[in-house]
């Protein structure tokens, strides 16, 4: 039987792991190229929300954890096809085509579409974890230092616990539908700041393109629609989702412990020139049930 | 970013086939075999100099001559096409050596403009030409000699010849912005006879080619008369202002 038990309830529990999420933040930028078309991302995001359950079977589960992204921009850059003329025949070859013809002339060039999708909401539907208590020692500590010296120094030795994730699952970014009509307004606002010549020519090009939506279908090669296609370069291909489990599973596994206990720990503080009591802890585990968290620890030499 | 779009081709309206844009474009037949002289000229000036070896034994039916990059002045030469077989005679003193190109007597040259201002018209000549012979001076189309015409801007234009004094019209639409992607249809062609077009008036589509077939000597004026800035009219905003999507 160990020496020491402490328990928290489930509300404190929550309340420890919303104080953690609280100060959860992410950012991360890349680019890439996919042949056809290049992109570039910058995000930032925070956690919010979220319900936290505590089971029997020694686990804590996180429910509809709100992944909210304050900065999520997207710029994609493709070459613009534009508007090819003459290339016809002038005098054509009775037994072979052309005979003489004059060479095309083409419009285009390339353009990039800054896609501002900041404010949009995913979810961690799932993350699993376990309770890990983590023996820490600080490497600001001097060597020679006693446990008192490290104290009054401020850099004691702690026990640490952490929740360890070992199943974090973001779903996918849900682009809402309206960016399509989006996208191809900023095509033709690409398209009008690329010419600089006058409305009629703008107006030749954008017909010669055709549908908008069917040329960003050719050039950036999705089949049913826009928003999938945006969902699944970030998530997937940038492995956005990818990166932000990582994140996520690195921040509550080794980074930011739910409650730690200094070592030796202060049971009366210094007074009336007498240095403070500590006892040692040894041996610390902390495991959960569907009622609380429990703390338990012998006391050492 | 912007696309490298060469602006005469937004700013020069009009095409003259005696001062040959980037629009325009000259198909001639040397017809006989020997060596000839090609002489560039931009109004008074010779620009550039190339040769031009009409052999019976040349497979080449077409030869591409781009005087864009033929001219001497570095900053109008433009980027071969390569059809266009390296023509950069470059040089401007006439009578430099140029770059030679071969084509069969019965093939012809193209001269167009790929880029810059152009304003262009040649002057070929037989290296063994008797002195009274004048040689072929592109401001005078000759019998079977064509002119392409590209004419990008919607309006209506006046064609004139001004050699035999034909008179037509020629309606370019408006663009549409429809459901399919919009290609040019082709070339409509007009046969310029000793005092008329046949047809006179054309209905064409942006960027529609013209080719003008020469039946007698003919220089050919595309001047635009009424301009067609659609259902809006002029849309070329002072500034481009503000759009800012929002996401819902």
Known sequence: MSHITIAASSNAFKQLFNAIRDNFTFAKSDSGNFGPFSASYSVKLHLSGGSVQLNDDNTVEVQNLDVVFDTLKLTLCFNLPGFCFGGFCLIPDPWNGCLVGIPKICIGGPICLPIDLSGLVSKISDLKANLVAVYFVDPARDPSWSDLDAEFNGHPNKWRIFLNPVFVHVDPIDIPASLGNIIENLVKDAIENMIPGPGWLKDLILAALGPIFDLLKSILGFVDDITSFISDLLGNQFDLLGAIETAVADYFAAQNPLYEFEDPYPILPASGGLIPVKIPIRDLTSTVNSKEMVVQANVGA | ?248
């Open chain 2, 1 to 248: 970013m912007k696309a490298t779009i060469d602006p005469n081709l937004y700013t020069q309206i009009g095409l003259d086939s005696g001062s040959l844009t980037i629009l325009g474009s000259i198909v001639h037949s040397l017809g006989d075999p020997g060596e000839y002289r090609v002489a560039l000229h931009h109004g008074e000036s010779v620009e550039g100099v190339c040769f031009i070896t009409a052999d019976k034994n040349s497979p080449a039916a077409q030869v591409t001559v781009d005087l864009a990059a033929l001219s001497a002045a570095p900053e109008q030469a433009g980027g071969n096409t390569p059809g266009d077989k390296g023509c950069c005679c470059g040089g401007g003193e006439q009578g430099a050596g140029g770059q030679s190109f071969t084509v069969n007597p019965k093939g012809y040259v193209l001269f167009r403009v790929s880029g810059g201002g152009g304003g262009y018209y040649v002057h070929v000549r037989r290296i063994d030409a008797d002195p009274k012979d004048k040689g072929y001076d592109s401001r005078a189309l000759g019998g079977g000699d064509l002119f392409s015409a590209v004419v990008l801007r919607p309006g209506t234009y006046s064609v004139y010849n001004t050699l035999t004094k034909a008179k037509g019209t020629l309606a370019v639409s408006y663009p549409k912005i429809g459901d399919k992607a919009y290609v040019p249809p082709n070339p409509v062609r007009v046969v310029c006879g000793t005092g008329s077009f046949e047809p006179a008036k054309l209905q064409i589509q942006p960027g529609q080619g013209v080719i003008f077939e020469a039946k007698s000597p003919s220089r050919i004026e595309i001047k635009l008369e009424k301009p067609d800035d659609g259902p809006g009219g002029s849309k070329t905003p002072s500034r481009a202002g503000l759009r800012r999507p929002v996401l819902k």
